[in-house]
């Protein structure tokens, strides 16, 4: 995949020709070491009090050298700062704690971001889809390749597979791949099978497959990540400081939405480097987000990372592993088999019956689990079905036997269909969940076609998660939904999918699992801090924390559920200074010129 950042070249060529016009000319925005915050509203999330967002005596916090050093009333603020301290009137927005994204990857958003977007996010048809496809392959493009993300058979109601036929018609020339939504299809032209080497006798890499039709001839189909990256493989490699600079500016861009913290959950995007990336880009003191990371185990044995090594700005904190797959690519490992629909067996091919294996055998996964373990790092595993949630717990359960870890924390990713019984299990273990809640939202129509109406009714069980006494979080895996944590908030309250049909939004989704806005906030402030080991620092407004604002124009607990999303983001804060989110900011201005140099001077760096 990190040939996808040829893609970017067009950026860094943009963003270095702005250097000589106001690059290096302007400073970045900065606060006072000692200041004063003041605004009607501040949710604090803070643990005291029945309801510490609703204390109305608090309407200033006085921040000293990017630590929160008192709460309260205006007055009492000002006695404690003394003389001379800054004041800044954020009146009428509302004072929120720094928001966290506790499972994301933004290095794959950030080389995706560059490609065409095909998603049903952004289109409704397969009308609109193939015209997107035909306007980029008719544009000047300096990359070589032409590459699209976002395909998605389930989104989209009348998307069927493009045949080779209607790709080579597309781009009979350039090579062109379209990456699904969930990445574990892609469908390449006749020209990128051939610039790859692939043709009707390439022998299918294990674990993955060129589709061929019944004459034994290459459709264009290929499945799952081997196959898949023979295709990417074969793309020119990217210039140097391209994917960092990508990087950087996808860091804004969670950090224009309202986040601060970012738990990155498997750096994934192939690049071999990709710790170290996000470790450099940490070293500068205007990076826009905090960066926790659970690597993958190669990464993290290939950089010999230790548990809990960085700063303050970036954390290696864990390891993550797949158990199983993708709920809308038949990857999940349900307990009983997906539904037999014309989605499941025509759309998805599925084949009757379907119950996909686990990822991971039981033994090596023990060992790798245990490995981890030992060395202290925090285990994240995404599992959806109900049969890789018991063997993540079965696992967890004898190595904590084996060599006890008090308070490890280890993860759950997603939890589709955890039951009742298994998130009991789970807390007994002290291994917490996170939810992947805006598949309701997105997915949410399709899913009795998939599950069924029993199974749909109990998707992301999260209030029974909290009623058992879990402290679980939210996320929205970005690239896989858009980054929108307000959006993530109202899925959470209201369980509505986002649906075609006409009063189609009237449905919900779980009634009996609907969040209050309280427990909504709490899973990506406080109690997301919690799970990522945090607490102490980050997460709530409280005296002795890191000064990590979001602020908004209005107050989440004064608006109606539907209106959450119109809540717009004023600016984020970390360490009490203004975060830096300009494209054209200092350290975006140096990696542009160090890819520009790495194009114009080829082999010299
Ligand atoms: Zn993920």
Redesign the pocket.
């Known amino acids: 995949m990190k040939r996808i950042l040829f893609i970017g070249i067009g950026i860094p060529l943009m963003l270095a020709a702005l250097v000589g016009l106001v690059g290096l000319a302007t400073t970045p925005p900065s606060a006072a070491i000692r200041t004063i915050f003041i605004a009607d509203n501040i949710v604090t999330m803070a643990d005291a009090g029945p309801s510490g967002e609703r204390d109305q005596t608090i309407n200033a916090v006085y921040v000293n050298d990017g630590v929160i050093r008192g709460l309260g009333a205006l007055d009492d603020m000002r006695r404690l700062a003394g003389a001379n301290a800054d004041e800044i009137d954020l009146r009428p927005a509302t004072l929120l704690p720094g928001l966290i994204e506790v499972?994301?990857?933004p290095i794959a958003a950030a080389l995706l971001g560059a490609t065409v977007d095909v998603s049903g996010f952004t289109h409704d048809s397969r009308e609109s889809v193939m015209a997107a496809l035909e306007y980029a392959a008719a544009s000047f493009s300096p990359s070589p390749w032409l590459l699209a993300f976002g395909w998605d058979p389930v989104m989209i109601d009348d998307l069927e597979a493009p045949t080779l036929a209607e790709l080579d018609e597309i781009s009979p020339d350039r090579p062109m791949v379209i990456l699904t939504q969930m990445m574990h299809d892609a469908y390449a032209n006749s020209a990128a099978l051939a610039a790859a080497a692939i043709d009707d006798d390439t022998v299918n890499p294990p674990g993955g497959e060129f589709v061929r039709d019944e004459d034994g001839r290459l459709t264009g189909t290929v499945r799952e990540i081997a196959a898949i990256d023979r295709l990417l493989d074969a793309m020119p490699p990217a210039p140097a400081g391209a994917a960092d600079l990508l990087l950087s500016l996808q860091y804004a861009k969670y950090a224009r939405a309202g986040y601060t913290t970012l738990a990155v959950?498997?750096a994934t995007g192939k690049q071999p480097k990709s710790i170290e990336m996000m470790a450099a880009l940490a070293e500068d003191e205007h990076v826009p987000v905090r960066t926790v990371v659970y690597g993958l185990p190669e990464q993290l044995d290939a950089g010999n990372w230790k548990a809990r090594s960085g700063n303050s700005r970036f954390t290696i904190r864990g390891v993550k592993f797949w158990m199983d797959g993708s709920p809308f690519a038949g990857g999940a490992a349900w307990a009983g088999p997906y539904e037999n629909t014309p989605l499941t067996l025509e759309r998805l091919h599925l084949g009757r019956d379907h119950r996909p294996e686990l990822t991971h055998d039981e033994a090596s996964f023990e060992r790798e689990f245990a490995r981890f373990h030992e060395a202290g790092f925090q285990v994240a595993v995404?599992a959806q079905g109900e049969r890789a949630i018991d063997r993540v717990l079965d696992v967890a359960e004898r190595v904590q036997a084996r060599s006890p870890r008090p308070d490890a924390r280890h993860r759950l990713?997603h939890n589709a269909l955890i039951t009742r019984a298994q998130l009991s299990r789970a807390l007994e273990l002290g291994v917490t969940p996170s939810f992947f809640i805006d598949h309701i939202r997105f997915y949410g129509h399709r899913l009795p076609e998939i599950v069924g109406a029993e199974r749909t009714e109990r998707y992301m069980p999260i209030a029974t998660a909290l009623a058992l006494g879990h402290r679980a979080t939210l996320h929205s895996?970005n690239p896989?939904t858009p980054i929108a944590p307000m959006r993530v908030l109202q899925t959470a309250v209201s369980r509505k999918p986002r649906s075609a049909d006409p009063g189609g939004g009237d449905v919900v989704i779980g009634a009996h699992e609907r969040l209050t806005i309280e427990q909504a906030l709490r899973a990506i402030t406080i109690d997301a801090a919690w799970q990522l080991g945090l607490e102490a620092t980050i997460g709530s407004l409280e005296v002795g924390k890191a000064a990590d604002f979001t602020v908004v124009d209005r107050n989440p607990f004064d608006v109606t559920p539907e209106a959450l999303t119109d809540l717009s983001v004023v600016s984020t804060w970390l360490d009490g200074q203004p975060v830096d989110t300009r494209p054209w900011r200092r350290a975006n201005v140096a990696l542009a010129w160090t890819a520009l140099r790495s194009v114009l001077f080829e082999g010299e760096d």
């Open positions: 499972h994301t990857h959950l498997g995404h990713e895996d896989a």
